[in-house]
């Protein structure tokens, strides 16, 4: 089976511009969640949906971040406008949402704000 | 508050010998799950392990299990017979909540692993 699915892997972009990061999680799973990882904030949870129904959102930084989830098999991450300190990896991770399960995640998309 | 404490940054071990990376964590709800993920330099992170709190054994995943000492809330990954491919950054993690529907993952800090050959 294919693992989470991320596009695009990596994404160099000039600040104020807008950013669109995709994931396509694991057929099946129906929880999807977005992590950033900063060498100064370590991972943290930005957003995860259930059944595409945003859960908890209260890790998006500002209102520059949204996220979509029209079904259960694409997830979308917006910044925008971008800024510098937006510098990050996002990981996309899926899981089939029950107790003992286990958060899959994507490569990553690695950010770079100029 | 920290929630997941991982108190070493960096550790090394010789290849073929066993490590403890330790892993300790902070909740109220009687109900939670742990979680053990590998990221190599590469970037990607590899799920390794989980533990329930309600879990009688500790939990077994081929060279890796973990030592769960729930009355003093730890969590150590014990990794068997180092490989030099074990050299990574390791993460600790915790979910709160047995009905908390694919809830969001905690994560500690990590911490480096590097095998000597």
């Known amino acids: 089976d294919a693992g989470v699915i991320q596009s695009p892997r990596h994404e160099v972009t000039e600040m104020g511009q807008e950013v669109t990061l995709r994931c396509k999680p694991i057929s099946g799973h129906n929880s999807l969640f977005w992590y950033r990882q900063t060498m100064m904030r370590g991972l943290e949870l930005l957003i995860y949906?259930?059944?595409?129904?945003?859960?908890?959102d209260s890790g998006m930084p500002e209102d520059r971040f949204s996220a979509k989830m029209p079904n259960a098999s694409f997830s979308t991450l917006k910044i925008q406008p971008s800024e510098p300190r937006d510098s990050a990896v996002y990981f996309c991770?899926?899981?089939?949402?029950?107790?003992?399960?286990?958060?899959?995640f994507g490569p990553g998309t690695r950010l770079l704000v100029l | 508050a920290q929630k997941i404490t991982q108190t070493q940054p960096g550790m090394f071990v010789q290849e073929k010998e066993a490590v403890t990376l330790d892993c300790t964590y902070d909740t109220s709800d009687p109900s939670y799950g742990l979680f053990w993920y590998k990221q190599p330099s590469s970037g990607e992170m590899i799920f390794l392990i989980y533990?329930?709190?309600?879990?009688?054994q500790n939990a077994t995943e081929g060279r890796y299990s973990l030592n769960f000492q729930k009355a003093r809330k730890s969590a150590n990954l014990v990794i068997s017979a180092s490989q030099l491919g074990d050299s990574a950054m390791y993460f600790c993690?915790?979910?709160?909540?047995?009905?908390?529907?694919?809830?969001?993952?905690?994560f500690g800090q990590g911490t480096e692993l590097s095998v000597k050959p």
């Open positions: 949906f259930n059944n595409n129904v945003p859960i908890d």
């Open positions: 993690a915790m979910r709160e909540g047995h009905n908390n529907q694919g809830g969001k993952l905690i």
């Open positions: 991770a899926s899981s089939r949402g029950q107790s003992g399960s286990a958060q899959y």
């Open positions: 533990q329930g709190s309600y879990d009688q």
